[in-house]
C-alpha cells in the first residue's frame, strides 16, 4: 500500500523549554484505540514521529509493528522488538508546515519512508504477520498529544492506495475473472462490470461501475469488389454526412469519390465525435472482346476453326454461313459443310462489356470424301511431290482442275486435262493442297502433299 500525507509540526509554546509537544503517530490496524497518544494505537503498524524525548523513548522517528503496549507511550523505544526501524531525525518534520510524508509497503512486504522527497528509510522488510494479514476491516488513524510543551500539529491531503491491485472486466453480472491488467483491448460492445480487489478475492473487492460500450465509430460501406468497363465511371460514397474524409492515394477529402482506373480504393472516415472508421473496394476495368482473326483447318468437307489472339472473352457464338449456328462454344470448333460454295464463316465474341466479331470466307468445294475418286481410272502422281505431279485421265476423258489450299482458298485452275497432263507445283509452298479434277458431272478430290 501507499500512505501519503502533508505534516505539520509547528508554532510551539516553549513552556518547560524543551522546544516542542510530544508527538505525532499514523496507526494502521484492527485494533486502533478512540484515546491514543503521540505514540498512536494498537498492535499492528505504527509510523511515529516523537518530538520530546522521555526516557526510555526518544525523539525521532520509528516503524513498529507489534506492540502491545496500549496507549502507552514508554514502549515504543529505539530497541523494542517490536521496533523495525528508529532515526534520531527531527530536523526533516519538527518545527516545519506540511512537509510531505510517503510511506509506501510493497507486495513483498518491504517499507519505504521520504519526508519532502529525502528517504528515510528503504527496504525495511516487514513481519510475516503483517503480509499473510487479511487487512478488510483495518482502520487507518492519526493521533498527537502535548506534554508540558505544546505544538500545533496537524495533517491534511491525506491519499491511501493499494499497490497492488487486480481487476475484472466482466458481462454485466457476470462472476469477476481477475488479473493484474488494467487495459482491456479489443472490447466488444455490449455492458460490462468493472471490478477492482486488492487480492483479487471477493471478500476484499468492490465492483466500481457498469459500462455500456458501444460502438460510434462511422460505418463504411463502399460496396463490394466490382468490375467496370473501359470507358465507364463509378461512384464511391462513404456516406456518413458530416464526418471528415481522406481517400488514400489522393488529396480528395469529398464524401464521394469517381474512379475510372482499376486500383484498391480505401478512404478513412472522422465522424465528429472522433470515431474512425474504414471503407475499401478494389475495382477492376474490363475491356471489350477482341480477336485477330480466325484460323482455319480444311479436312474437306469438315472444317476447323480457331479464334487467334481472343482477349476479354467471355462467350463464342459461331455462324457457319450455312444456316447453321452455335452459341456458348468454345474458342475452337469443327463443323461439316454439306454444301459447296463460298462460305461467311464469322464468331462473335461477347462479354459484359461489350461484342466483337471477327469473319473469314472459306470456299467449299466439295462435301465429298477426299478419298473417294469418282472419275474412274483416274490417277496422280507423285505423291507427295516436289516438283511437279503428273494428272492420268482414261482416254478421251475431258477435265478440268483447280487446287485450293488447306484455308479453302483457291490457289489455281487448270482449264483442261489430256490424258497425261504434267502439272508444277515447285511454286506452292510446302504442306497440304487439295486438287479438284471435273470432268462432266463428276468430281474426284485429291489430297495433294507438296515437300
Not at 450455312?322 to 465474341?349: I, Q, R, W, Y
Request: hydrophobic share 35%; aromatic share 8%; net charge negative.
Amino acid at each position: 500500500m501507499s500512505v501519503s500525507f502533508k505534516m505539520t509540526a509547528d508554532q510551539p509554546i516553549n513552556t518547560w523549554g524543551t522546544g516542542g509537544a510530544d508527538g505525532i503517530t499514523y496507526s494502521f490496524g484492527d485494533d486502533l484505540a478512540a484515546n491514543a497518544n503521540q505514540n498512536g494505537s494498537g498492535s499492528k503498524l505504527r509510523l511515529v514521529f516523537d518530538a520530546a524525548g522521555n526516557s526510555p523513548n526518544e525523539v525521532g522517528i520509528y516503524l513498529v509493528y507489534g506492540n502491545t503496549g496500549g496507549v502507552s507511550g514508554t514502549s515504543v523505544t529505539p530497541t523494542a522488538g517490536t521496533t523495525l526501524f528508529y532515526t534520531p531525525n527531527v530536523n526533516s518534520w519538527k518545527l516545519k508546515t506540511d512537509v510531505q510524508v510517503v510511506l509506501t509497503i510493497s507486495p513483498a512486504g518491504k517499507a519505504s519512508l521520504t519526508i519532502d522527497g529525502e528517504t528515510i528509510f528503504s527496504n525495511i522488510q516487514m513481519p510475516a504477520a503483517y503480509i499473510d494479514a487479511t487487512t478488510t476491516g483495518w482502520k487507518h488513524a492519526f493521533s498527537a498529544a502535548t506534554g508540558g510543551d505544546a505544538m500545533r500539529q496537524a495533517v491534511s491531503d491525506i491519499h491511501m492506495k493499494a499497490l497492488y491491485q487486480e481487476y475484472a472486466f466482466v458481462a454485466e453480472n457476470a462472476t469477476p475473472v481477475w488479473g493484474t491488467v488494467s487495459t482491456f483491448t479489443n472490447v466488444q460492445p455490449g455492458t460490462y462490470d468493472i471490478w477492482i480487489s486488492s487480492n483479487g478475492s471477493t471478500s476484499c473487492a468492490k465492483k466500481i461501475e457498469t459500462v455500456e460500450v458501444v460502438n460510434t465509430n462511422p460505418s463504411v460501406l463502399l460496396g463490394n469488389d466490382t468490375t467496370i468497363c473501359e470507358g465507364e465511371s463509378l461512384t464511391l460514397d462513404a456516406g456518413n454526412p458530416g464526418a471528415s474524409y481522406v481517400w488514400s492515394g489522393s488529396q480528395l477529402t469529398t464524401q464521394t469519390r469517381v474512379v475510372t482506373q482499376a486500383g484498391p480504393y480505401v478512404v478513412n472516415v472522422t465522424a465528429p465525435n472522433g470515431c474512425v472508421g474504414i471503407g475499401s473496394i478494389n475495382v477492376s476495368v474490363m475491356d471489350a472482346p477482341t480477336a485477330s482473326s480466325i484460323y482455319v483447318q480444311n479436312n474437306m468437307p469438315t472444317y476447323t476453326f480457331t479464334v487467334l489472339n481472343p482477349q476479354n472473352a467471355d462467350q463464342y457464338s459461331w455462324d457457319f454461313g450455312d444456316g447453321t449456328t452455335l452459341a456458348n462454344a468454345p474458342g475452337t470448333v469443327t463443323h461439316e459443310f454439306t454444301t459447296t460454295g463460298p462460305k461467311m464463316v464469322s464468331v462473335t465474341l461477347t462479354n459484359e462489356c461489350g461484342t466483337e466479331t471477327v469473319i473469314a470466307t472459306v470456299v467449299v468445294t466439295s462435301t465429298a470424301d477426299v478419298a473417294t475418286n469418282t472419275i474412274e481410272g483416274l490417277n496422280v502422281y507423285p505423291n507427295p511431290a516436289n516438283d511437279y505431279v503428273v494428272v492420268e485421265l482414261p482416254a478421251a476423258t475431258q477435265a478440268a482442275g483447280s487446287v485450293y489450299n488447306m484455308a479453302g482458298a483457291l490457289i489455281r485452275t487448270i482449264d483442261s486435262f489430256t490424258a497425261k497432263t504434267t502439272v508444277s507445283v515447285s511454286d506452292l509452298t510446302p504442306g497440304v493442297y487439295f486438287l479438284h479434277v471435273q470432268s462432266d458431272d463428276k468430281t474426284s478430290v485429291i489430297k495433294l502433299v507438296v515437300e
